[in-house]
């Protein structure tokens, strides 16, 4: 990796894998909302099973990144590719098909449905309900399974942000993507918020994440990216980039 | 909470609660007057009692036909002013159906598809009924059910689906051209004479005695009350037990969600049409055979019911048009009581109104589908 020192994080956003190993790979993307550009040029890579974050200041685009590869921005360039397939430019009811999971940060449940109907739905593209993956949910998250017959609407932020994840799981997806899943959380469920995540990627999802609590998502993840105006500025993993002073003081707050 | 809010909730309290106070001592004097004079003999029990029947069964065509309504709005986000007119397309196509099944061999077949248009053939003639002609009947509630889909999808296909995303205003302002257009073609090819379609004299009646008097119910009354409550039974299944109707639910509470899911956005869009297309063609076909006479304007007119309950159960809920339906039907019945009848439709408006400022989000208000 090009670091400029010992302890400098890398400014490399590629990394150096054998293809069996990838999962995501995106390339120069450039890609925005109707005719305003918000990306530019940005690289991104997820292995296999990795845990990677994407930390940066407001506007830097991080969601951008996360909805470009849903494909719910305009792509204007670049390339976008999971697994063995090429998805630029496909369309979010196609995309989910190829075994990719997301999670928006907010209005992420259906309010008025009931938590199990909630979950239903995230099996819809199925013929029927996967049993296995809604008791994996279950098991994942207790208090899905207690609350299962209740208005999505009526459960707290917390609950809610669970319920959204066990929704995005009920496909299994090699990787999920979760844009800010700590947003608007009491800081105790925060911790717990991020624990669920870890059980998430020790199951073997890899999980990519976009996170303003930058600290403690780059303590837990093993790659982290650091966005700034749309552009890469820092690839590396978390504990190299939390260990930069330069990193540190330019985006973690010194 | 600051100071300033205890302070406004105290005040929407108690600007509240004056309406809720009129409201409630308003009912109760009306109540009052109303077993004072039932009681005195000047209201007859049995008069009362046909008014609550006859309330019920238009509040049952208003709630059933209120569905499609609510269901346009909550999933495609516009309030459709031709859904009356389907309303009346789907009658005219399922009476054409039951007048050619009543009356091949004995009227020519172009006089019957008109439903008689110009006075050629009157359904009284043809001896139409639910008991004397229960096969047209039926052939006829289909097709009134079908055809309305028909319309809708095409419709949709032409006029609204290039306009998906557009505000709602544009939406709504294109469906009153919409509303107009499918009007005035049904006048053109139907005629505007309002004609009788059933043989109502050969339909059987059971009188129910009440106290004073009797309760007349027909046969097309009960036809009426199993064809509404069965096919708002099964709307209420479809919505709550199969996968489509929960589809449906989902993408009325949150669209862009609903695609992210991978909820195939415009098939649900159309399973909408369908359904709520359905439901106001067959409530256009019991009503007129329960009126036994039919126009090209009935829709048009019951929109304004529908709009009314409708938006009195809160737009965007089912169950709110259900009930709202009900309400509408029964006020509009009821308050020939103490009005004249000419104004018995003004007094569901009041009603509306009275409920929108108690509750400005309807009965089911935000509760959206379910």
């Known amino acids: ?254 | 909470m600051g100071i300033a809010e205890t302070y406004s909730r105290g005040r929407r309290l108690a600007t509240q609660n004056p309406v809720g106070v009129v409201v409630a001592a308003t009912a109760v004097v009306l109540t009052l007057d109303l077993l004072g004079a039932l009681a005195t003999g000047g209201v007859a029990v049995s008069r009362v009692g046909r008014l609550v029947w006859d309330g019920l069964m238009r509040g049952l065509v208003i709630g059933l036909a209120g569905i499609g309504l609510s269901m346009t709005y909550s999933i495609l986000g516009f309030a459709n002013f031709a859904h009356g007119d389907y309303t009346t397309s789907g009658a005219f196509a399922g009476w054409a159906a039951t007048y050619l099944l009543a009356g091949l061999g004995r009227a020519d077949v172009g006089s019957l598809l008109l439903v008689g248009a110009g006075g050629s053939v009157f359904g009284a003639q043809l001896g139409i009924g639910v008991v004397a002609t229960p096969l047209a009947v039926l052939a006829g509630l289909l097709t009134a059910g079908a055809a309305a889909v028909v319309l809708a999808l095409a419709v949709d296909r032409v006029v609204f689906r290039p306009l998906r995303g557009e505000s709602g205003i544009a939406l709504l302002i294109t469906s009153i051209g919409v509303a107009f257009a499918l009007r005035n073609l049904l006048q053109f090819v139907f005629g505007p004479a309002r004609r009788g379609t059933t043989d109502a004299g050969a339909v059987p009646d059971v009188e129910i005695p009440l106290a004073d008097g009797a309760v007349t119910v027909g046969a097309h009354d009960i036809t009426l009350l199993v064809v509404a409550s069965g096919l708002m039974l099964g709307v209420h299944a479809l919505l709550q037990r199969t996968k489509l109707g929960k589809a449906m639910r989902a993408m009325s509470d949150n669209r862009d969600l609903a695609r992210v899911t991978g909820i195939p956005t415009e098939r649900v869009v159309t399973a909408t049409w369908v359904i709520g297309a359905a439901l106001t063609g067959a409530a256009g076909y019991v009503l007129v055979l329960w009126k036994g006479t039919m126009t090209f304007n009935d829709g048009w007119l019951l929109l304004l019911l529908i709009f009314a309950a409708v938006i009195l159960g809160g737009i965007g809920s089912i169950y709110g048009a259900i009930v709202g339906g009900l309400v509408i039907g029964l006020t509009a019945s009821l308050a020939a009581v103490w009005i004249p009848a000419s104004f018995a439709r003004a007094a569901a408006f009041v009603v509306m109104i009275v409920v929108l400022l108690v509750r400005p989000t309807g009965i089911f208000g935000g509760r959206s589908t379910a």
Do not use: W
């Not at chain 1, 296999?48 to 200041?57: A, K």
């Not at chain 1, 259906?110 to 309900?129: K, P, Q």
């Not at chain 1, 998250?141 to 609407?153: I, K, N, S, T, W």
């Open chain 1, 1 to 254: 990796m090009g670091a400029e020192s010992a302890a400098g994080a890398s400014r490399s956003a590629v990394v150096d894998a054998p293809d069996e190993d990838r999962l995501l790979t995106v390339r120069d993307l450039d890609a925005g909302y109707g005719d305003l550009q918000i990306l530019a040029g940005v690289d991104l890579d997820v292995l296999d099973g990795e845990y990677v974050v994407v930390v940066g200041p407001n506007g830097a685009g991080k969601s951008t990144v996360m909805k470009s590869v849903f494909g719910l921005t305009t792509q204007m360039g670049g390339a976008v590719r999971f697994a063995d397939s090429d998805i630029t430019g496909l369309a979010p009811e196609e995309i989910i098909h190829e075994g990719i999971g997301y999670v928006p940060q907010s209005d992420n449940v259906f309010s008025s449905l009931t938590v199990r109907e909630n979950l239903e739905m995230g099996a819809y593209i199925l013929d029927e309900v996967p049993e296995d993956a809604l008791s994996a949910v279950f098991e994942r998250f207790p208090v899905l399974e207690e609350r299962q017959g209740q208005r999505a609407g009526t459960m707290s932020g917390g609950q809610q942000q669970m319920l959204a994840m066990g929704r995005a799981l009920m496909l299994d997806p090699d990787l999920l993507l979760l844009d800010e899943p700590s947003a608007g959380l009491a800081p105790d469920l925060v911790d717990e918020m991020f624990d669920r995540i870890d059980d998430v990627v020790a199951a073997g999802t890899a999980v990519l994440m976009v996170e303003q609590n930058a600290t403690e998502a780059l303590s837990r993840c093993d790659r982290g990216y650091v966005l700034a105006n749309g552009e890469n500025r820092y690839a590396d993993t978390g504990d190299r980039l939390l260990s930069d002073p330069q990193v540190r003081q330019e985006f973690l707050g010194g």
